[in-house]
């Protein structure tokens, strides 16, 4: 009995003690081995692999935590090689737009002169203009004591303009063109142009109109296909060519055979429209030339671009070809629509009472038009009831009229009507003008011309900037940057390439002259290039 009672007690202490040993030998394990998942964590703190304890560095080899690290390395080197090429790709775009902008200086300087200088000569002018503007004051103080009670309200500026002036009678006998009157009663254009312009609604009556050299036949061809193919073969109207030389029967064919549906005019302009007038002084215009080939104005030295920029001004809407017409689409050769143009433009222009219409404009090289304006004040001083009391002057001058601004409609893209400048009002503009003698003792363009006799002549609203239509006449663009528009119209242009707002446009000043908003990413190409 007794010896059971202590196999009892002495398997109970055995069971004691084997349980003790295993406590103890669980605890020693987990602190002699601690890689294992759970203590590895609390263990191992970062960073790790900088630790100096073999030990600690042996464990830390051995964990996961060291697979964590890898992937956590490589993700922050895919990143920094994503920056790398971020900042390669940033480079690159920046190279890219210097050269652009290399390339636009280089045009600029080609097309017109350099921008920079252009800016210096601008300032330097208009420090001229106000000592002009201060001598002629003195002048005028000086004359008006002499002068008789017949020439003061003609001109009162300096003796040589009594001669001028006396010219401009002469010039303006108003007789008429073709068909149209234009007797002086009118000095409302607007009245004038209503008598003979057609009425809303009514088939406009207008043609397309190129003044074009055989030689360039070719790039007209192009030209032709292409507004053919965007505008004119649902239209169908007719296209006017004139040349101050014979056409050649070959030209004509081959304009003729690139839209045969449609009916081509091809006329010689009249001798007397195509050269120097008799009060032209040639020497003074040959001076004129060689200054401004020394300041490689582009056409400097050229006397057929001065007889053209004349003809332009004040002698197409002349010609007998177009006494049947309204209105008309000026084409150059080697420019090109961007965008379709589903409607029927003329139609609109005439429903609309619009008069003239445009996509681009620019501002003039300077040295080409340098007394220009003060030839156009000498005239609105002596007929100041041609102004409009509505007109767009602000668009050509930024100071109220003291100086010109050098804006102008870009005028190788022309939609206008023909009595715009038929009226009593351009003719007699021009005739003022041709005496002045600009055309060749300068370098006057029908830009200029065009755009201050319509922004004066003109209420405002009568003027159209087709923001909708895409063209080219190298080396800018028109190319709507309302998306909308550019979709609707399937343009195929680069809307980044839209001239329209930069700087060196004359959109912004347009805009702001109307009155009108500017589309909202307006801003979208101003300082580039
Ligand atoms: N018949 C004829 N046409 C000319 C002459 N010079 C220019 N033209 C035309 O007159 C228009 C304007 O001439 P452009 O040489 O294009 O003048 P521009 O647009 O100021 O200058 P570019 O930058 O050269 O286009 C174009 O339709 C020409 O084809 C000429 O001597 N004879
Ligand atoms: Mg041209």
Known sequence: MMSNRLSLFMSKRLLRFFL???????LLFFLYFPDSETNSKTILSAPDYLSNDPDHLASFLKSPRLKEIHEENLEHLAQVEKLKQLKYQQELEQQHQMMEHEKYLQEQRKIHKDPIKEEEQN???LRDLVNLQFSSNKDKKKNTNRQDSKNVNINSEKDDNKEDMDAMRELTPFTSIGKYNTDPKFNDTMEYIRQYSGKPGAKPRATFLTLLRNEDADDMVRTIMNFQRKFNDKFEYPWIFLNDEEFD???KEVLQKTAPSIKMIFGTIPKEHW??????????AAQGRQKLTEMDVIYGDSESYRHMCRYQSGFFWRHELLD??????RVEPETNLHCEVSYDVFQWMQDNDKMYGFTLS?????ATVSSLWTSVKKFFRANPSYKNEYNLKKF???DGGVTYNLCHFWSNFEVANLHLWRSPAYRHFFDFLDREGGFFYERWGDAPIHSIAASMFLPKEKIHHFKDIGYHH???NSCPIEDKIYKSNKCDCDQDKDFTFHDYACGQEFYAAQGIEKPINWRRNVGKW
């Open 396 to 398: 050509i001058s930024n």
């Open 324 to 329: 049947d017409y309204d209105w008309y689409w």
């Open 474 to 476: 190298p080396p800018y």
């Open 275 to 284: 050269s120097y007038p008799h009060w032209i002084d040639q020497d003074k």
């Open 362 to 366: 620019i501002h003039e090289f300077e």
């Open 249 to 251: 029967t070959s030209v």
């Open 123 to 125: 300032q330097e002018i």
């Open 20 to 26: 003790f040993v295993s406590v103890a030998f669980l």
